[in-house]
């Protein structure tokens, strides 16, 4: 197995610009968990979804992220407009039982 | 509120030395789970260890865990410079409605200097 795979690796963008970043958790696993990770604020869990439907978006900072999942073996994480403070590392894990197993994550930078 | 704080933040030791990290949680839980993760790569899946088991071991780890006192410790021995991480411990969300969601903690940053 690939392993959760995520797209773009990096992304540089300006503001204002729309981002979508891509997930494709391991095949089987019906939970996929969405991650920010700054310096400052360590690993947030922005939004989760069990079967393909959204569980918590508690996470989400705000209407400017969206978060999909259409199918089982894909979701999205939308940020538009994004804003410098945007900048992170955002990981996707997904996880059947109790182990989560992660993607490499995206860096994303907004200039 | 965080569930796992891990102390201490930072931790610098010899390579061959032992390397001990602590966490701390504050609801009851079913499990914790020891993740590390190396500079600039997502999070790998160490080890999980029970509410009924107080160790666990896994080739140089081994986990404890007092339910009593809400902690668990992850203990490297024989540390190697490819050790070199950050470790995090995390505890499910218990209570109705829970799908796997994890709580992670601050982590403790590991250095192993050749």
């Known amino acids: 197995d690939a392993g959760v795979i995520q797209s773009p690796r990096h992304e540089v963008t300006e503001m204002g610009q729309e981002v979508t970043l891509r997930c494709k958790p391991i095949?089987?696993?019906?939970?996929l968990f969405w991650y920010r990770q700054t310096m400052m604020r360590g690993l947030e869990l922005l939004i989760y979804?069990?079967?393909?439907?959204?569980?918590?978006d508690s996470g989400m900072p705000e209407d400017r992220f969206s978060a999909k999942m259409p199918n089982a073996s894909f979701s999205t994480l939308k940020i538009q407009p994004s804003e410098p403070r945007d900048s992170a590392v955002y990981f996707c894990?997904?996880?059947?039982?109790?182990?989560?197993?992660f993607g490499p994550g995206t860096r994303l930078t907004v200039l | 509120s965080q569930q796992g704080e891990e102390d201490p933040q930072a931790l610098s030791i010899q390579e061959g030395e032992n390397a001990t990290m602590n966490c701390s949680y504050k609801?009851?839980?079913?499990?914790l789970q020891w993740y590390r993760q190396n500079s600039g790569r997502g999070l790998v899946h160490l080890i999980l260890?029970?509410?009924?088991?107080r160790e666990k071991h896994s080739g140089r780890l081994r986990v404890t865990l007092d339910t009593s006192k809400k902690s668990s410790s992850l203990l490297i021995t024989a540390s190697r410079a490819a050790d070199t991480a950050s470790y995090f411990c995390?505890?499910?969300?218990?209570?109705?409605?829970?799908?796997?969601?994890?709580?992670f903690g601050q982590g403790t940053t590991l250095q192993v200097k050749p």
């Open positions: 894990a997904s996880s059947l039982v109790n182990e989560q197993f």
């Open positions: 095949s089987g696993h019906n939970s």
């Open positions: 979804f069990n079967n393909n439907v959204p569980i918590d």
């Open positions: 609801t009851s839980i079913n499990n």
């Open positions: 260890i029970r509410s009924n088991e």
């Open positions: 995390a505890t499910p969300l218990t209570g109705s409605g829970n799908t796997g969601k994890l709580i």
